[in-house]
Structures are given as structure tokens and as C-alpha cells.
């Protein structure tokens, strides 16, 4: 996203960071699970491209999820949450474990991480969805599907929809349990998001497509109504509603059709997964949420993988990559565009030399573990 469509949106209204000799404040949430690996990588690159562009940096570490719940009892602690409103940035390894899938709701790990995006204001989740072309044959989709390219930018709302609606819960309805969710959208909600997918949209191709249940759902109608309306004060954009279930077949057989892609908050997190499949691995997807104003979360889209934690097997490229758009959007200005790309580059490069996590494997390439792959990135960002 431009500077321009930035403040548009009101995101990075700040004195900007790293800039003007303000250092950059960023909280470090590393999680539970692989989270801690990957978020150790993503500080080094995070580290490294700062120092190649100037900009200071300072972290600070705290808990949250099921390690927060360890050491304070609770997943977002009101002291974590107020950390986080007052940093610059937020960087987040992952939740979740299956120790706590016991707990009820609102106590478990991932009620911490959908507080935080409440407590934070967010409602924007970018979840570029990329093939490298060294990896076409790590996806599992046929090479001349891959020709043209895979580049989606995922738009998803994460302020409202099914995950925060009430009623919500369960009761005995005498036979059994009734348990209830709820979905709603707001005008105000959907149309946030909705414009911020417009202005990608005219950065990027021009082609927006806006997922939705429309056929069966309330609030998908409202969601094509409002898009319907708003696509008049963006004439260069060719706005197409698609039926999710749609857009999962065509995210599988025409990838290279769909380019900016704006859906509710439960859509985006199935497609996103998909996304991740698609391109060889969900390991290597980033994400950053934004809202009205800073400080924005990045994190990797991948989860905790308990099965995988403390082996040095996890890919820490999501996590690397979600450090590069912190750098990106956390309002430090050229400084901080020029630092993301440092990092991104650093990736293609690294994975064109040939290097592989156990998640990529292919026969000939060289498997390297989450900490050495780390070295690799840190390397190849100081060499510019
Ligand atoms: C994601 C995750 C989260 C979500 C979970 C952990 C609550 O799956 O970020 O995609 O569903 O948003
Ligand atoms: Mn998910």
C-alpha cells in the first residue's frame, strides 16, 4: 500500500518512526509452539534490515496465548495489551496448543490472539498469497497451471463476522445442545475494508474480486451491495463478486486470474490456508493487520504446529516476510520500504541458491533448519 493510500485510511497518522532519529519501538509476541523459532529468525532479519537502512530499532518481549496463560493465567494479559497499543509495531509468532484446547473459550490461546486485534483496532489482514517461480514444483498444482504466476493479495476483514458475534455459545436443548455463533456485518465495517481493497486494487492490476456467500448469506449480501456501490468512486478498478466456493475452485485451476482478493473474516482465513497450499507451503505466507492508525500486527499465517516445536524443522520465511511488511507499513517512511525489500529479496535469493526447509523439500536442494536458514536470510540481507 502507498504512503497515500495510507493516509487515506488514516494507518501511520504517527510521527513517523525511524525517522528524524525516533527509533522504532516493536513488541515481540513470540507465542506458543514453532512460534518462538520463527519469531527469533524474523527479529535477526528484522534486526539486520533496520541497521542496513538506518533505522533504529528497540524490541521488547512479552507473552501471550498459552505461554501468557502459563505465566499470568490469562491469554492476553491487560498489561500485554497495553504494551502492544503503545509500541510502534507488533510481531507475532503464533497460538495454540493442545494443552489448552481444554479451556473454555474465552480463556484459550486464540481468544488472546482475536482480543488483540480487537484491543488494537485492526480490521485489515494483507495476506499476499505469492508463488516463487524456484518453487513451482513444491506446489502441488500441475506446472502449466503455474505459467502465468500466482501473486494474490488476500484482503481480509478481521474486526467483526462470525468470530465475534452474539449471541454466541451453547445450551442444553433437551435432546442435546444447541450451540449458537453468530455472523453480523456492519455498513461501517464492510465498507472500511472494502476501500482499502479498491485503493490495492488501483495499485496493483486494477482487478478486484470480492468473495461472498451472497446466494445464502445476509451479511454477503449487504458485503455485494456496498461493493456494488463503491465501485462507481473507483472507476479504474474491474470489481467481479465471486461465491466463495467459487473462488476455492478457481483459486485451484485459474490462479493467475484473480489478483486483489476482499472477503469476510471467516472466507479469508479458509483461503488463505488454501493460498498457502497452493504455493508450496503455508509456512512461507506473511500477514500484516492494520487498522485506523499504528501500531499494526505482523504475523506469519501458518499456526503453532505443536508436532514441530523445538525440532529447528519449522519455516521461519512467513515470520521473516511478516517482519518485512512491519517494515513496510509501520509508518517509517523510504527508510523502512527500502528495509522490507531487503528482506523479501533476501528470500528469493536464498530460496534460488537452492536452500529448503523440511516444508519445501525437494530432491537436490539443500535442507537447512529453521536457525540456519535464519543465518542464510541475516547474510544475504547485510549483502544488499
Ligand atoms: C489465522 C489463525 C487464527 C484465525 C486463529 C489462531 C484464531 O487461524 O490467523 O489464520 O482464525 O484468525
Ligand atoms: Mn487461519
Redesign the pocket.
Known amino acids: 500500500m502507498s504512503e497515500a493510500a495510507r493516509k487515506d485510511h488514516g494507518c501511520g497518522s504517527q510521527a513517523a518512526p525511524g525517522e528524524h532519529g525516533r527509533e522504532l519501538r516493536v513488541l515481540v509476541l513470540p507465542g506458543d509452539g514453532i512460534g518462538p523459532e520463527v519469531t527469533a529468525q524474523a527479529v535477526r532479519a528484522l534486526r539486520a534490515a533496520a541497521e542496513a537502512e538506518g533505522i533504529g530499532l528497540v524490541c521488547e518481549y512479552l507473552p501471550v496465548g498459552g505461554s501468557a496463560i502459563e505465566e499470568v493465567g490469562e491469554p492476553l494479559p491487560e498489561e500485554v495489551l497495553r504494551a502492544c497499543q503503545q509500541a510502534d509495531a507488533v510481531l507475532l509468532g503464533a497460538v495454540g496448543g493442545p494443552q489448552w484446547d481444554h479451556l473454555p473459550p474465552d480463556r484459550r490461546p486464540e481468544a488472546g490472539l482475536l482480543a488483540l486485534r480487537r484491543g488494537l483496532g485492526l480490521w485489515a489482514n494483507l495476506r499476499p498469497i505469492k508463488l516463487y517461480p524456484c518453487l513451482v514444483r513444491v506446489s502441488p498444482l500441475r506446472a502449466e497451471l503455474l505459467a502465468r504466476g500466482v501473486d494474490i493479495m488476500l484482503v481480509r476483514e478481521i474486526s467483526a463476522g462470525l468470530y465475534y458475534g452474539s449471541p454466541r455459545g451453547r445450551r442444553s436443548d433437551g435432546s442435546g445442545f444447541l450451540a449458537v455463533d453468530t455472523m453480523s456485518y456492519s455498513t461501517h465495517q464492510v465498507e472500511r475494508v472494502l476501500r482499502l481493497a479498491f485503493q490495492l486494487a488501483m495499485e496493483r492490476s486494477g482487478r478486484l474480486t470480492s468473495v461472498d456467500k451472497a446466494n445464502v448469506l445476509a451479511t454477503s449480501r449487504l458485503w455485494r451491495e456496498i461493493a456494488g456501490w463503491l465501485r462507481f468512486q473507483y472507476p479504474s478498478v474491474h470489481l467481479e463478486h465471486m461465491y466463495v466456493d467459487a473462488a476455492a475452485m478457481e483459486m485451484v485451476q485459474r490462479p493467475w486470474r484473480l489478483d486483489v482478493v476482499v472477503t469476510c473474516n471467516t472466507f479469508g482465513?479458509i483461503l488463505?490456508?488454501l493460498g498457502g497450499g497452493l504455493v508450496g507451503s503455508l509456512g512461507l505466507l506473511p500477514s500484516a493487520s492494520l487498522g485506523d492508525k499504528n501500531p499494526g500486527l505482523f504475523e506469519p499465517?501458518h499456526?503453532s504446529a505443536p508436532a514441530l516445536a523445538g525440532q529447528d524443522r519449522a519455516n521461519p520465511l512467513g515470520a521473516i516476510l511478516s517482519a518485512a511488511m512491519l517494515l513496510r507499513y509501520c509508518g517509517a517512511g523510504e527508510a523502512g520500504s527500502r528495509a522490507a525489500e531487503r528482506v523479501e529479496s533476501a528470500v528469493v535469493r536464498v530460496l534460488q541458491a537452492g536452500y529448503r526447509t523440511a516444508d519445501l523439500e525437494e530432491p537436490g536442494r539443500c535442507l537447512v533448519g529453521t536457525s540456519a536458514m535464519g543465518d542464510l536470510i541475516v547474510e544475504a540481507i547485510r549483502e544488499g
Open positions: 482465513d488463505s490456508d499465517v499456526g
